[in-house]
């Protein structure tokens, strides 16, 4: 065997050596994400009633007097406060698993790169936060007054346990990932694919689709989508403030680790 051999064979050994330490890394911090989900969900299980009730709050206060929910199916009363806390056990370990995937990539990043990129994945977690409470403090108790309301006569409005959990889960997620609007715009003029003036002479566009997507994420009614478009494009515009100050000259390459 040649010395070119060899060395080959020695690169191709720690190339796959390599590979599978990450696997095992990543391995590991799903694991304990997993665990850290399951702590939680096994802490909170015992209040899945109370949980599902703080969650209804909202529509139930708007319901007509007599009326409530009501389960279609004959297991719905017990699935759905499980799966509720379920997400509500993911949403609080949520900080936890960040961190664990966060472990996991930032050895592979340049030190000006992790100074960047951990204040956005905090900011991220903040802003999905944010979304989450705004659909449920502020659309929740609009939406669910202007359905009942608008309810004919001879219609008894008893919604499905089922079908509530699904529709508010539907919203937490859309109005969480539309709260994620200035990270995207930042890392969009971080790594040069837009730039801050080329966004600016697109603003029409951008308020115009502010409010397409919020057509496709919330239900058939205008004050949802407004709702969801407005504070969309509030937070486009403060995303491009902040881009101003974060966004610096590009720093000289460093040393990973």
Not at 99 to 122: C, D, G, N, T
Not at 156 to 166: G, K, M, W
Request: charged fraction near 10%; glycine fraction near 4%.
């Amino acid at each position: 065997m040649s010395v070119n051999d060899t060395k080959n064979n020695e690169s191709h050994d720690q190339a796959e050596s390599g590979f599978l330490s990450h696997l095992v890394a990543l391995r590991a911090c799903l694991v304990r994400s997993f665990c850290a989900i399951m702590v939680v969900f096994l802490v909170l299980i015992y209040f899945s009633n109370n949980i599902y009730h703080i969650v209804a709050s909202p529509l139930i206060e708007k319901l007509p007097e007599g009326t409530s929910f009501q389960a279609i199916s004959i297991a719905s009363p017990w699935l759905a406060p499980i799966k509720l806390t379920f997400m509500v056990s993911l949403f609080i370990a949520m900080p936890y698993v960040l961190y664990q995937i966060w472990s996991f990539v930032a050895p592979a990043l340049y030190r000006h790169e992790r100074k960047r990129v951990l204040p956005l994945l905090i900011s991220s977690v903040g802003l999905f936060y944010l979304g989450v409470m705004f659909a449920y403090f502020v659309l929740f108790p609009l939406i669910f007054s202007f359905f009942t309301q608008t309810a004919p006569q001879d219609v008894l409005v008893a919604p499905d346990i089922n079908q509530y959990l699904s529709f508010v889960l539907t919203l937490f997620f859309s109005f969480g990932l539309a709260f994620q609007i200035p990270i995207a715009t930042l890392l969009l003029c971080l790594t040069g694919i837009v730039t801050i003036e080329s966004l600016k002479s697109k603003r029409p566009y951008i308020f115009v689709g502010a409010f397409v997507i919020g057509m496709f994420l919330t239900p058939p009614d205008i004050f949802s989508q407004t709702l969801l478009a407005i504070p969309m494009y509030l937070l486009f515009e403060i995303s491009l403030l902040f881009a101003r100050f974060y966004i610096k000259e590009k720093p000289e390459v460093d040393e990973i680790g």
